[in-house]
């Protein structure tokens, strides 16, 4: 009987041994996913950054643009050529704008993701707490 209790636990020694590599094997690639997805927020964050500067400026070409039209307006020399020019920079501008809530929609994304992988990892270190308390 003893010898059997004894493979018993060499079996269970084995048992909790592989756990805890596939344990760590999930681990390293949840981090490395954590990485990644680090990688991707940042870049969607530049992305985001610039196109909000190329919105800046498009809005004040716009604004010079719809000042323009009113200055030919007023003396009624070129308004055709004025109103073209603002409507290519409103445009232009409603273009951006879409790029830019894509982007922002991709990085709240990559936020959502990374707060899982948070979420996950806790509950992997729980999952290893459980364990030790309940050798």
């Known amino acids: 009987r ?13 048992k909790e041994e592989k756990e805890a590599q596939d344990l760590e094997a999930m681990v390293q690639h949840v981090e490395q996913n954590l990485q990644l997805m680090t990688k991707r927020a940042v870049k969607a964050e530049s992305s985001v950054a610039k196109l909000r500067q190329e919105n800046a400026l498009l809005q004040v ?5 719809r ?33 830019s809530r894509s982007s922002l929609r991709q990085l709240l994304s990559g936020a959502e993701s990374l707060q899982l ?18 050798q």
């Not at 070409?61 to 643009?65: A, M």
């Not at 992988?117 to 309940?134: F, K, M």
């Open 61 to 65: 070409q716009l604004r010079d643009c």
């Open 67 to 99: 000042s323009e039209v009113a200055a030919l307006q007023a003396g009624q020399a070129g308004l055709a050529v004025a109103k073209h020019n603002a409507e290519v920079a409103l445009q232009h501008l409603l273009r951006v704008t879409a790029s």
């Open 2 to 14: 003893m010898r059997k209790l004894e493979k018993k636990l060499e079996e269970n020694k084995i």
């Open 117 to 134: 992988i948070a979420d996950l990892l806790r509950s992997i270190d729980r999952i290893g707490e459980v364990s030790e308390d309940g």
